[in-house]
């Protein structure tokens, strides 16, 4: 019985421990999200690609396309100044655990990924479906963007809580998967981002 009891208070204690550090992790993200508009213009993006996928005339079609371009600029250039400014954070601050266990990213950071890093390959990403140097059309641009977008989301959530919280969010959020989005994002993105996490 003593053995339950000792198994019970270091679950709970464990517990405890975690959760509090998910609050500081959503406490110092949300620090410096607070200085951009990045969810908003993601949101404005999506929305504007859902409007204009289902608009029959051409020539608005085409006039909704430029001011999207105009929105994904924006975006990039505040996501590229989001994470420069999050490059400042103490490496110890800036662990994503790998494993679904609480104090790896800690007790093993061979286990654990930079988050400052990740946001500098999402940065990369966002930056080149954007310059659109592969010539896609309005459409499959679109269609990367989002995955991008998606991507990061995924990663902000693994930050703050946990690789499966973060895979359920998407899903439930954005009806598709962490594997659809892995093979939906520029190959670049794709090649940086399994190098970096193990994916």
């Not at 006039?63 to 490496?91: N, P, R």
């Not at 010539?135 to 499966?164: G, I, V």
Request: hydrophobic share 45%; net charge positive.
């Amino acid at each position: 019985m003593e053995t339950l009891t000792l198994v019970t208070l270091i679950v709970i204690g464990a517990y405890l421990v975690n959760s509090q550090q998910q609050r500081r992790r959503i406490a110092l993200l949300g620090s410096h999200l607070g200085h951009y508009q990045i969810e908003k213009l993601m949101e404005n993006l999506t929305e504007g690609y859902l409007r204009c996928l289902g608009e029959d005339d051409p020539e608005r079609r085409a006039q909704i396309w430029g001011l999207l371009d105009s929105t994904e600029a924006k975006l990039s250039a505040q996501f590229d100044s989001f994470a420069a400014e999050f490059a400042q954070v103490g490496e110890s601050e800036a662990r994503v655990s790998k494993l679904p266990l609480p104090f790896v990213a800690q007790l093993l950071p061979a286990a654990a990924f930079d988050l400052r890093q990740a946001f500098a390959i999402h940065a990369r990403g966002i930056a080149g479906v954007m310059r659109n140097e592969a010539q896609r059309s309005p459409k499959a641009k679109a269609y990367m963007m989002s995955a991008e977008l998606f991507l990061m989301q995924h990663t902000c959530h693994w930050y703050c809580k946990s690789k499966a919280v973060a895979s359920a969010r998407l899903l439930a959020r954005h009806k598709t998967s962490h594997a659809q989005v892995l093979d939906a994002v520029s190959p670049e993105t794709r090649k940086a981002y399994a190098a970096l996490t193990g994916q």
